[in-house]
T-cell receptor, first 116, second 116 residues
Framework: AQTVTQSQPEMSVQEAETVTLSCTYD???????LFWYKQPPSRQMILVIR??????QNATENRFSVNFQKAAKSFSLKISDSQLGDTAMYFC?????????????FGTGTRLQVTL | ETGVTQTPRHLVMGMTNKKSLKCEQH?????MYWYKQSAKKPLELMFV???????ENNSVPSRFSPECPNSSHLFLHLHTLQPEDSALYLC???????????????FGPGTRLTVL
């Protein structure tokens, strides 16, 4: 079974600064996907970024980028130029590839507060 | 707006009531999921439907009964619930392609359920 660990329950960052959220996972699979989702106070779960394990290049989406270290089973999220709207719970998730349906395993989340 | 809608957004019910949660996706996906999100716990996968067939049931009590009449709609029928079933219930959908990049899950806004 896969496990996903987010060791930072809460973090705070000032507006315009950079913050990095940590995530580690445990799996015996070689092919898989990793995701970061954000859940703002509205409770809507929103996809932030996705990384395919077979790709060596780190994924980027505007101000969001990841540091994917496959050997270390680490998948951190960097948010640059933080904005107030980035305040949310951030969940790291692992997806094992399956022929029938994709199944996500989530971490417990990191609550990020962006302050003025 | 992710293309996945859920109704109702809030529901309060007694332990003897029968109610249903509805999820609809407008993304042309062929797999749908129910998750339970309780306070201070990781998201728990409850049910998975792929091509309208249930492919996963993660030891969910029988008081939760899913129904997937077509690839766009998913229901969760509730009866004789317990107070510990109070949680946010999230629906998601994805396009199953045998492991391609379109396996990303997109979530609805959730139904906040309170069982009295």
């Amino acid at each position: 079974a896969q496990t996903v660990t987010q060791s930072q329950p809460e973090m705070s960052v000032q507006e315009a600064e950079t913050v990095t959220l940590s995530c580690t996972y445990d799996t015996s699979e070689n092919n898989y996907y990793l995701f970061w989702y954000k859940q703002p106070p509205s409770r809507q779960m929103i996809l932030v970024i996705r990384q395919e394990a077979y790709k060596q290049q780190n994924a980027t989406e505007n101000r969001f980028s990841v540091n994917f270290q496959k050997a270390a089973k680490s998948f951190s999220l960097k948010i640059s130029d933080s904005q107030l709207g980035d305040t949310a719970m951030y969940f790291c998730a692992f997806m094992k590839l399956s022929g029938t349906a994709s199944k996500l395993t989530f971490g417990t989340g990191t609550r990020l507060q962006v302050t003025l | 707006e992710t293309g996945v809608t859920q109704t109702p957004r809030h529901l309060v019910m007694g332990m003897t009531n029968k109610k249903s949660l509805k999820c609809e996706q407008h993304l042309g996906h062929n797999a749908m999921y129910w998750y339970k999100q309780s306070a201070k716990k990781p998201l728990e996968l409850m049910f998975v439907y792929s091509l309208e067939e249930r492919v996963e049931n993660n030891s969910v009590p029988s008081r939760f009964s899913p129904e997937c009449p077509n690839s766009s709609h998913l229901f969760l029928h509730l009866h004789t619930l317990q107070p510990e079933d109070s949680a946010l219930y999230l629906c998601a959908s994805s396009l199953q392609s045998g492991g391609g990049s379109t396996d990303t899950q997109y979530f609805g806004p959730g139904t906040r359920l309170t069982v009295l």
